[in-house]
């Protein structure tokens, strides 16, 4: 009797998304292996219909993963906080981001330290009444004097596994929050010093 095998397709399936132009390319690694990296065209992704305005963040380290607090001060308290979004990063989808601004990070540096704006993190005392959490893998952000935004999206393990495959790429955007410059700086900072102890596997 002949046997079956079951065959996986490397198609998307419906709501993972956006799809979007990848270009894949294999780098060979020192212990043999391979690492397959992506560059996706993100022009094509549509923004996050979700906002959010922070005015403060903080990072927690701990494990495998990275969470960025970007919080709302109270009015009469500016050291606590009465909202927080929470994101939850993976040390890859840290990595990739630092990765994605090597050249913007210090371009944006250097404005904020001629207009005297950056601003540093703060330190979680408390837990604010209201937080919302999200996980991101594919963070854009940009910023305009004063002003910058960070739009968050997300490619779950069915995704990247297909695209491994050959198949197509797709992101679900999930939020954009807008900040200042200042601590748009902050956080890239921080994330940097951070970069040396993030797990590699």
């Known amino acids: ?33 391979t690492l397959y ?40 308290a500016p050291d606590s906080l009465r909202s927080a979004v929470v994101v939850f990063l993976s040390a890859q989808a840290v990595t990739q981001f630092l990765r994605s601004c090597k050249d913007f ?8 330290e001629q207009h005297q ?6 330190e979680i005392q408390e837990e604010p009444e209201h937080i919302t959490s999200i996980t991101g893998n594919v963070i854009l952000t940009a910023f305009s004097g004063r002003e910058a935004c960070l739009d968050f999206y997300n490619s779950s393990p069915f995704v990247l ?14 939020l954009r929050v807008d900040l200042s410059t200042g601590l748009l700086v902050g956080i890239l900072d921080r994330i940097e010093v951070l970069k040396p102890t993030l797990p590699t596997y």
């Open 1 to 33: 009797m002949a046997k079956s095998k079951l065959m996986v397709v490397p198609r998307l399936r419906p709501g993972e998304g956006r799809e979007i132009e990848v270009i894949r390319r294999t780098v060979p690694q020192a212990n043999g292996t």
């Open 37 to 76: 990296e992506f560059d996706i065209d993100i022009s094509h992704a549509p923004v996050p219909d979700r906002r959010y305005l922070a005015d403060a963040a903080a990072i927690l380290f701990k494990g495998d993963a990275l969470r960025l607090v970007l919080g709302q001060k109270r009015l009469l």
């Open 105 to 112: 990070h210090p371009s944006v540096r250097k404005y904020a």
């Open 117 to 122: 704006m950056v601003e540093s993190l703060i």
């Open 161 to 174: 596994a297909v695209a491994q495959r050959g198949g197509k790429f797709a992101v679900d955007p999930i």
